[in-house]
């Protein structure tokens, strides 16, 4: 238990470090959706929440994708 806890200790601030507002708030929305869904789905909260925050970190680093594509100036034509 000891391993684990010093695990998450040092990957907490890694991981913040890194993440990008896109990022936190697709995992943050993800997760509270996720971990209400698996409450109501017999107490998996915890479960739900990480797979909320791995399908919302998708859908909005897709969705950067898109408007970035959006933003993009067309070809001039010859």
Known sequence: MR???VALILAL???????TPAQSKGCLRGAVAGA????????HAV???AAGC???????KHKAKQAAAARKPLP???
Request: net charge positive; charged share 10%; aromatic share 10%.
């Open 3 to 5: 391993v684990v806890r």
């Open 13 to 19: 601030p890694t991981s913040l470090a890194v993440a």
């Open 36 to 43: 209400v869904a698996g409450h109501l789905a017999h107490h």
């Open 47 to 49: 479960a739900g929440a």
């Open 54 to 60: 791995i399908a919302g970190h998708y859908y909005y």
């Open 76 to 78: 001039k034509r010859p």
